[in-house]
């Protein structure tokens, strides 16, 4: 959709915490929306909305039932499905999204991870990738016990899996926002990692209002 932006980043890179905040200030403003794909629609699949999917992606083929893809966390859809299918239904759910005014989309961590649908996708929409380094992903992915990300059960290490897919995200961006701040550290403590998402928001806006605001009239 023309005016509107996405955002991507490795899983954990606080893309949805930044896309809140940055959507709180814009819609002062403007008249725009903010949508988190995993939560927002893939975790709100109707029983109807399934057996759809069902019949179109052929997953019937492979023995799923519409209740185990209908209102379903990201995790136990992924875990169902495996990777293959899993990108394939978020790529066919992306296609058929409509926006009725510009918006702000915070994507799964998967779907950059389809070269030839990102290239479809930038045609309308402004692509930007969070850079979070990858020692950090890894850590903030153990800190919090994640155990199923896309390719987590086929391929040995999760830094291999991290290493494989920041290439796509590389590859397909309009702006690209470094995450890094000084200091950085990785506890459990919420008031610090609080501090630490809003030190990055503050950065975020720097770059956001120098980068892209100029160049994108909402």
Do not use: C
């Amino acid at each position: 959709m023309k005016n509107s932006i996405i955002l991507t980043a490795m899983p954990w890179g606080w893309k949805t915490t930044i896309w809140k905040q940055l959507h709180k200030e814009l819609s002062k403003f403007f008249n725009i929306d903010f949508k988190d794909f995993d939560d927002d629609i893939l975790e709100k699949i109707t029983l109807e909305e399934a057996e759809e999917l069902i019949w179109i992606l052929k997953f019937a083929n492979i023995w799923i039932t519409p209740e185990k893809l209908a209102n379903q966390t990201v995790a136990n859809i992924l875990n169902i499905l495996w990777d293959e299918n899993f990108l394939n239904l978020e790529w066919y759910i992306w296609k058929q999204l409509k926006f009725k005014n510009p918006t702000i989309l915070s994507t799964s961590g998967s779907l950059p991870l389809k070269l030839w649908a990102m290239k479809n996708l930038r045609e309308q929409w402004k692509v930007i990738y969070i850079d979070t380094p990858i020692h950090i992903i890894e850590k903030r992915l153990k800190l919090m016990k994640i155990d199923r990300i896309v390719w987590m059960k086929t391929w040995k290490t999760l830094r291999e899996i991290l290493e494989y897919r920041k290439d796509y995200y590389e590859a397909s961006y309009d702006y690209k926002f470094n995450s890094e701040i000084k200091n950085h550290i990785e506890i459990t403590d919420l008031e610090i990692i609080k501090k630490q998402q809003n030190e990055i928001f503050d950065k975020f806006q720097i770059f956001f209002k120098n980068k892209i605001n100029a160049k994108i009239i909402l």
